[in-house]
């Protein structure tokens, strides 16, 4: 199984029913033999330009693993499905997550070391 991010844009007048709307698409990737790896909620934003007549939307974030077959289906269904604006499924990049990674990584050590600096500098 491949790794993948799927980015969906749910319908801002959906919040109240957004667990429903989000069932629906967790169901559709475990019902195509996959699995959820991480789900990341961004909530309601704007978007750059109108979608469907909305200017709003409700920004889900999903990693998951399919099997080769899955993301054509998915993507089949997705196209079809009301609650969804609009998304986007990718094939997960490792070489990208690893830089990203370090980056993090080495932004939280310089706030660290900038943190330490300051105590010191308050012990004096």
Known sequence: MKEYELTVLIHPDLETDLEK??????????????EIIKEDNWGKKKLAYPIQKENFAVYVYFEIKLPSEAPLKISNVLNITDEVLRYLLVKADEKSRKAIAKEKEREANREQRGEEDKSEAGED
């Open 21 to 34: 709307a989000l069932t629906k698409v967790r169901a559709l990737v475990t019902d195509n033999g996959g």
